[in-house]
Antibody, heavy 121, light 108 residues
Framework: QITLKESGPTLVKPTQTLTLTCTFS??????????VAWIRQPPGKALEWLAL???????RYSPSLKNRLTITKDPSKNQVVLTMTNMDPVDTATFFC?????????????WGQGTTVIVSS | SFVLTQAPSVSVAPGQTARITCGAN??????VHWYQQKPGQAPVLVVY???DRPSGIPERFSGSNSGNTATLTISRVEAGDEADYYC???????????FGTGTEVTVL
């Protein structure tokens, strides 16, 4: 059974860098085809995809945010880390991580519960 | 890149059929995935690859995709189907996931 759980600060100040960790179980991110994505959802708004990292360390980013995002993985710890620089109040959102073994064919099959981040001074 | 357009809301009586559409130019050439999200919860995949259902998803949920419109159909709607529904594609040209704008389904 695949599970994922997000963790990180609840409150960050404007201009700070946000670091979120996705800790997963039930699959290996060293196994061919596996990938983990990050998605965010501002309060009352739609889902927005942020980044994706593949088993082979290939990475993809949302074009609109790519200059602010970095995604990395530590397969030995079963973790994926997302950093987002220069946080602004409009970045207040719930952040989810999710698993896929083929984004084109299978979508995001399992999601974490999400973690809420508030950006405020 | 893809822009996926969904109607903001759909209302349906219990026992009836709800159809939720997702529009984009030539979306029929892409594999479309659908997610159900209830208030305060994470999204759940209900249809992938246009029309396949993950294990545990009722047969009442079905999908289709052709031309410029993909459709999620919920048959015999129940009160527990009340949620937001999002379509999604992997835009292989831009190498990115794209989500639709979301549809709120209300069961009358």
């Amino acid at each position: 059974q695949i599970t994922l759980k997000e963790s990180g600060p609840t409150l960050v100040k404007p201009t700070q860098t946000l670091t979120l960790t996705c800790t997963f179980s039930g699959f290996s991110l060293s196994a061919r085809g596996m990938a983990v994505a990050w998605i965010r959802q501002p309060p009352g708004k739609a889902l927005e995809w942020l980044a994706l990292i593949y088993w082979d360390d290939d990475k993809r980013y949302s074009p609109s945010l790519k200059n602010r995002l970095t995604i990395t993985k530590d397969p030995s710890k079963n973790q994926v880390v997302l950093t987002m620089t220069n946080m602004d109040p409009v970045d207040t959102a719930t952040f989810f991580c999710a698993h896929t073994d083929n984004p084109t064919v299978h979508g995001l099959g399992v999601w974490g519960q999400g973690t809420t981040v508030i950006v405020s001074s | 890149s893809f822009v996926l357009t969904q109607a903001p809301s759909v209302s349906v009586a219990p026992g009836q059929t709800a159809r939720i559409t997702c529009g984009a130019n030539n979306i029929g050439s892409q594999g479309v995935h659908w997610y159900q999200q209830k208030p305060g919860q994470a999204p759940v995949l209900v249809v992938y690859g246009d029309s396949d259902r993950p294990s545990g998803i009722p047969e009442r949920f079905s999908g289709s995709n052709s031309g410029n419109t993909a459709t999620l159909t919920i048959s015999r709607v129940e009160a527990g189907d009340e949620a937001d529904y999002y379509c999604q594609v992997w835009d292989s040209n831009a190498d990115q996931f794209v989500f639709g704008t979301g549809t709120e389904v209300t069961v009358l």
